[in-house]
């Protein structure tokens, strides 16, 4: 089922936690929803829950509008970082409960439901441990049965609110592998949220990167780490060094020197961004260079900071680990791609 978000703005006491905001979940896809904290990816998941109300602007589920529909109606599967599992119910009650609430008319037979939530707890890889208590998992075995209580109801669309953010590295890591796949074999729409750029980036078919309220930028993860729409979506997903700079003619500058580096969208003030890994390394300073004045490990990597001879900046690029120039104390190099946004 297609979810869409049109122009949704959502105001609490008059400070505007969403500005006018569009997206459209696709059917099927797994789509992450990444930002630092206060960014309103809590409050457009709750909207389209239904949780609470937009003040301006609609959410659709399909072609209908789904603004005055209740959570129950909207028929949601939802996670939350703090496993809200019943403490006095087993795993197995708990997986059933959402089944077993239903209406009469709509409740399966007693038999099916046992069956539904069996086949469940098998696909989370819990089987054998349904007559556990709550208190007898570990966080990421309580995750994966709230992950199976929400698909318990066939929901038409899950959403995730940092579901794995009180767990640790490890574990997070492998209940992301986890989900993808359990992801693939169901194909529920699923909106995920996180603040774990690694995580979105692993997760998620598309990312819809936030700031402020509003949505900077919608892409693959792909599209989106290769081609940054703004500053802060370059700053914010991997690592970033970034200058500030004059274009004049298409031609970069930085402190009245030409880099010989070409940005023919800008003109005047401008922000050059590159990435610390994608450079190469040249003679001289006749690009960009300077003193290394710091250097330290950064997984199989070495990140050097470099004090720029054309200026007093200083910016990091990364060189393998064991490549003989990181012993150099001077260091030339060109950005291999770069990106100038204008300034301000
Ligand atoms: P986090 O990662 O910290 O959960 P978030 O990106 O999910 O952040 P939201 O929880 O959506 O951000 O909050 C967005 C903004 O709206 C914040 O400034 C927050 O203080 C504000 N806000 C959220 N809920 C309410 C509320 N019920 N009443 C008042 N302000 C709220």
Known sequence: MDVRAERVRKEFDRFPALHDVSLKIQSGELIALLGPSGSGKTTLLRLIAGLERPTSGRILFGEKDASDRSVQERNIGFVFQH???????????NVSFGLKVRPWATRPAGAEIYRRAMELLDLVQLSGLEKRFPSQLSGGQRQRVALARALATEPRVLLLDEPFGALD?????????WLREIHERTGHTTVFVTHDQEEALELADRLCVMSQGRIEQVGTPDAVYDTPASPFVFGFIGASSRLPVTVENGGVQLAGQTLGLAAPDVTGAGQLFFRPHEVELVEGDTVLGGAVV??????GTRRLEIELSQSLHRVEIDLPFDHPAAERSRIGFRPRRWKVFPAG
């Open 83 to 93: 496993y809200a599992l019943f403490r006095h119910m087993n795993i197995l009650e």
């Open 169 to 177: 590295a490890q574990v997070r890591r492998e209940l992301r592998k």
């Open 294 to 299: 710091a250097s330290r490990r950064v997984g």
